[in-house]
């Protein structure tokens, strides 16, 4: 900093502290009052791409096929079998009280669809009536044999293999005020994106996100309301049965759970550490009070602002109170070391002098600390991944937040004091750092070399990381959502949804390609011996009463939406981005006369059959259903094919209501395209979406002969897959912002570029050896572990700073390095070494998170400090004492 700019800093600060001290509290109990609209959020944002253009695509499906709003619970009755009248009767009790749980619209379970097989009944049965569960004289044996075995529509989809576990489906009434103001978000968003936005535009969306943002936090709290309300319920049932609930409003609502303890458990732990620590380190009230003073107001002021800005805290910067109150510690710990330095080496000297030049002396490398920090954080914004974006962002503000408050408060608090009595006695953390400076001083080249080996061995683990990770995997195994996806993963079908949508041949529609008078379609083959689907195009859900899809084949209760970012419907999963449609509503194809539809024949539909079960032989998938589900049962009751007359005959005897329900999920309106609905497995160890996909992708086009323009797959699985695969350019692009901003300001501050190249040494070392036991031990990249390296090079720098500057301040006094260094560990080596365990520490406690991945952040970045630490303390002094560098003066 400029002697000028210091000068004016003493005269409008250290020269007036009461009236600093007065404005910080005006300006706390704004921050305090605006913290009242501090809000936390989880929603689908985290999960997907900014302006991922499978995003777009999948809201198209969605907004063709419809979706559902639903919890499901799974229901494995302990004291007698599932197909037992007892049993039955008690799950018919859960099932109504559920129904008085408020908005709840419908409850559907097994005991609601029509039994086909238990015994087979005609195609005119269907449309009077027909019998289901609860109807008494059923014979549960075959029941049992039809949900099991028989039925292809219910096994592993409503009832699981071994007969012992049934799902409820709950779904919720639409709220058509939260669509209402999602909608006009998401289009002032569209327009905003095609830059179509004036003035007035950009207002307009700011209102309509503001509006959106309040509701949806009145939502979220209703919601959590009402599930608690299903817990209750479940409660009252547990003494015969195991329960689980799962479903995205569910993990919306846990998520949130998990964030505000999160909240209270990481701020509250770095608190109670940082005063233990503070009182060991330095032994004076004054020592604890004024670091604590500046930590409280640097988060409260953090807090406020987040509040004013209506900017919501996701899982992935639900941390940001223990990173404040870390980094708001260094910066006063800094400080309080170089106070008390300067005040052993005076002791006759004043207050203000004192303060005065800690203020000097600490000003500029804090300055530099805090910037380098922010370019570790905002390198995150360039990460594609929107609550990674936010959390950068946040801490950009509140580590410049932080640097101001330090060096107002610091100063305002110390002044009315007086210096007290110089410290005394053994210092035993000085005594610490001398030793690894004799230890840098005798063993440099083997310093060097281990360096190199650590690097070497490094990169080779860097080699070995992977992105794919299970979705499962990011919750500890006693949480709810982790058993619920266990149990519908395992037993049900599978979590992670994936569509694949086949499109009609363009060059051959269907007046062009069949006769409805011979019969003749698609490739010239006789379309009246091949098999079809007497039900004209399903493997849906058979008994949604009042539904307009498939509730367990169109969305994965538990995976189909993210849970952590901001302000998206708990609702609709990925449709946070910019959707505007409702994937609720009624789907286009209402009224879709089934003999017009280009799938609707023998001969596609048995190709669509082969398709089918290619995908059902993928180890990785669970339950598949599309039209050749419905043919499967249709070729049972007809103990046969059928051929293109009856095929049709059958396309006008299903009534329209039953064609709403078995149609819609799987054939657009217009008939040229069909969905295939898969789940996979999100627990199995071998999955690898990315392959996956590009296998499925390759033997379509390859093995069936669809043009690559027919396929298109879509759902949760791409899109999560996407931000999977991102994660490594994210990483990359990160990095190199860093290493290039961070590299670019040390050549400003120390104006040589060795030296500047010298200080990256120690930040690169810790950066490398943590990518690398990742890469060792398989631990893939995640949002939260790819933030990992930028941060710890931003908060690592900071030390190698201060050593720097200190070195460029004593070296001048003998121009020997070697007691230079020997010097600077026994002064600013102190401070590097009581912040660098208080950064440890705090990161450490946030491997008390619910949340695997904030688990695995605050371990690794702690390792990580721990690493810059040592490195900062031997690597760092090593290279200087063999480089010799010349220091420029700043």
Known sequence: MTHRLFNAYCRAVLAHPVFWLVLLALLCGFAG???????IDASTDSLVLENDKDLEYYRKVSRQYGGSDFLVITYSPTDAPLFQRDSLEHLQGLQQDLKDVSRVKSVYSMLDVPLLFSPKVEFSDLANNYRTLTDEDVD????KDEFTDVNPLYEDLLVSDDGGTTALLVSFERDEKYFELLHRRNDLRDQQRNGELDAGGELALEEASRSFSEYNSKLQARTAGEIQQVRDIMDQYRDRADLFLGGVPMITTD??????SDLKVFGVGVLIFLILALFIIFRRPRWVIVPLACCAVTVLMVTGILGLMNWKVSVISSNYISLLLIITMSITIHLTVRFRELHEQFPDATQSWLIRETAAHMMRPSIYMILTTMVGFSSLVISGIRPV????????????VALIVCFLVFPALLSPLSPGKPRQGKDISRQLTLAFAGFTERHRPTLLLVALVVVGGSLWGIGKLTVENRFIDYFQEETEIYKGMVQIDRKLGGTTPLDIVIDAPKAEPRSAVQNDATGEGWDGESLT????????????????DDSTTDPFADEDPFADSDPFAADAPVDDPFAAGGTSEDPFAEPANQG???????????????????????????????KVLSLATT?????????????????????KFIPQDLQKQLVTPYLSDDGNQIRISVRVIDSDKNLNRNDLLAKIRHDLQNNFGLEPGQVHLTGAMVLYNNMLQSLFDSQIKTLGYVFAAILVMLLILFRSLPVALISMVPSLVSAALVLGLMGWIGLPLDLMTITITAISIGIAVDDTIHYIHRFHEELPNDNDYVATMKRCHGSIGKAMYYTSLTIIAGFSILALSSFNPTVYFGLLTGLAMLVALLSNL?????????????????
Request: net charge negative; glycine share 8%; charged share 20%.
């Open 631 to 651: 043919y499967e049962v249709a070729e049972k009751l007809n103990n046969g094919p059928l051929s293109y007359v009856q095929l049709m005959l059958l396309a």
């Open 592 to 622: 879709l006369d089934l003999k017009d539809a280009y799938w609707f024949t023998p001969a596609r539909l048995a190709k669509l059959v082969e398709i089918q079960n290619y995908v059902e032989s993928l180890p990785e998938t669970g």
């Open 255 to 260: 998520v949130v759970s998990f964030i505000r």
């Open 140 to 143: 549960l044996n075959l029941a």
């Open 33 to 39: 009052w605006q913290a009242r609209h501090f809000q």
């Open 874 to 890: 031997t690597l760092l002094p090593a290279l200087l004492i063999t480089v010799k560098p010349k220091l420029k003066a700043g």
């Open 529 to 544: 011996e091949a098999p079809g689907d007497p039900f004209a195009s399903d493997g849906g859900d058979p008994f949604a």
């Open 389 to 400: 974006i936010d959390f950068g962002w946040m801490m950009t503000i509140g580590l410049g």
